[in-house]
């Protein structure tokens, strides 16, 4: 029988009832992670969880476990389910109370559910996507990984019906990021990403590139980026937990530089595939060529 976490305990699913009156499913009052399961272990857990835990101070809410006691339950819910390879999602809503705008009163209990998914897994290199251009829409503190996601959900959905498999999104000709990932470019050898400020979520997988870039010699500058810079690159990337390193390679109808995987993407997601084994173990025999 599945398991899932309520409030720090494995339970059964089928006996976790939610709350009508939870601020998550009435306001999107919350913030969640997902992490990635790979060879049943958690890969970069302790980065996403001291996002988690950042985005929920950033809402004033108090999460009442470390990094390591959520780690401990989390990893106890991968076994008890038996995940190899797959997911697990987690979410802090602010806690149940009375229908009102305003903050509960501080003895409200935050609500802490988790749950696992299966995720087939070949360890392949991501093949090419294909990507639209966007208004972003969303509101202004992007660094905060909220329930809130409305403006995400219209914009991939956006992506979805032009047959896509991204929706790439900018302000006033900016490009900030896509709608669930990170973009980056990369320009005559060198890779280009939108700073980490309150325009975009500081990605795990972005952080992880970056530092694979600083160990293959490969330039990086976190800049902002155009519409036009972007067209004109040489390669187009986007990165996010479930997608890991993912060449775009098509946008709007356009091919980006050859229309295949580039070189400086190919060595950025071998270098990533590596790191999955480094953290997780031996995955997959193909995984790095």
């Not at 809402?59 to 819910?77: F, R, W």
């Not at 006033?172 to 973009?183: L, P, R």
Request: some cysteine.
């Amino acid at each position: 029988m599945e398991k899932m976490i309520l409030n720090g305990e494995i339970r059964n699913r089928s006996e976790i009832k939610m709350e009508l009156e939870d601020r998550g499913y009435q306001f999107g009052d919350g913030v969640y992670e997902v992490i990635r399961i790979y060879n049943g272990k958690l890969f970069t857990s302790e980065m996403h969880l001291t996002r988690l835990i950042e985005s929920a101070s950033k809402i004033s809410i108090n999460i009442p476990y470390t990094v390591g006691e959520i780690e401990a339950q989390l990893k106890d819910l991968v076994a008890e389910n038996e995940i190899t390879f797959g997911t697990v999602y987690m979410q802090f809503t602010r806690g149940v109370s009375p229908r009102n705008h305003a903050f509960p009163s501080t003895d409200v209990t935050p609500v802490y559910v988790a749950y696992t998914k299966e995720v087939p897994y070949n360890g392949a290199l991501k093949p090419g996507a294909k990507a639209i251009t966007i208004e972003d829409i969303r509101w202004l503190r992007c660094d905060i990984k909220s329930l809130n996601l409305l403006g995400n959900i219209l914009a991939k959905q956006k992506a979805a019906e032009a047959g896509c498999f991204e929706a790439i999104q900018h302000r006033d000709n900016m490009v900030t990021e896509g709608s669930s990932s990170n973009i980056s470019i990369i320009v005559n050898g060198e890779l280009k990403t939108h700073p980490a400020t309150n325009l975009i979520l500081n990605g795990i997988t972005r952080q992880v590139m970056l530092k694979i870039c600083k160990d293959l010699g490969v330039s990086y500058q976190e800049e902002v980026f155009t519409l036009e810079d972007l067209m004109a690159a040489d390669e187009v990337i986007m990165t996010s937990t479930t997608a890991e390193i993912m060449p775009i390679t098509a946008i709007d109808g356009q091919s980006i530089g050859s229309g295949e995987p580039g070189t400086v993407t190919r060595q950025i997601q071998q270098a990533f595939h590596a790191e999955i084994e480094r953290q997780c173990g031996h995955v997959i025999e193909s995984i790095v060529k």
